[in-house]
């Protein structure tokens, strides 16, 4: 059992994306009314109010947006270092995502550099991650 602080997995809100990372899949809510998309997901759409459970899947790519890499261990389960990646989703401005990487990059990182996803598997539960398309990462 891993000492990890782990998303609650049947949440009506969230539960669809954490099925669908057990598939190794990425996915956002969408309004099955307007089909706006959302990330956070809710429950509701922020546009228009229409309660709905649609997921719409997204390719597992994005643009680094920010960075940080932790050289002080505060949790038992978060060896350091890690870094922590802010992504922007490839073709959906202004939607974001956090993921974590073990290590710390050997070649900096730059904004805007291109990064793909990758499913984390801890205990029971599968954690979309993100990492750099190139260059060296020391782990
Ligand atoms: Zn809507």
Redesign the pocket.
């Known amino acids: 059992m891993t000492e990890r602080v782990l998303p609650v997995l049947d949440d009506p809100e969230t539960a669809g994306f954490w099925a669908a990372a057990a598939e190794h899949r990425l996915v956002v809510r969408a ?6 998309e959302h990330h956070l997901p809710r429950a ?7 309660v ?1 459970d649609h997921w719409v899947d997204v390719p597992p790519r994005g643009r680094l947006v920010s960075w940080t890499t932790v050289q002080h261990q505060v949790h038992p389960g978060y060896p350091t270092p890690y870094t922590v990646l802010l992504v922007e989703l490839e073709d959906r401005p202004g939607m974001r995502m956090v993921g974590q990487l073990p290590g710390q990059p050997v070649t900096p990182l730059t904004a805007g550099q291109p990064v793909e996803a990758w499913f984390e598997h801890v205990d029971d539960t599968v954690l979309p991650q993100w990492r750099p398309t190139e260059g060296e990462w020391s782990s």
């Open positions: 309004c099955a009314a307007c089909g706006k509701f759409c922020a546009d228009c109010g229409t709905s």
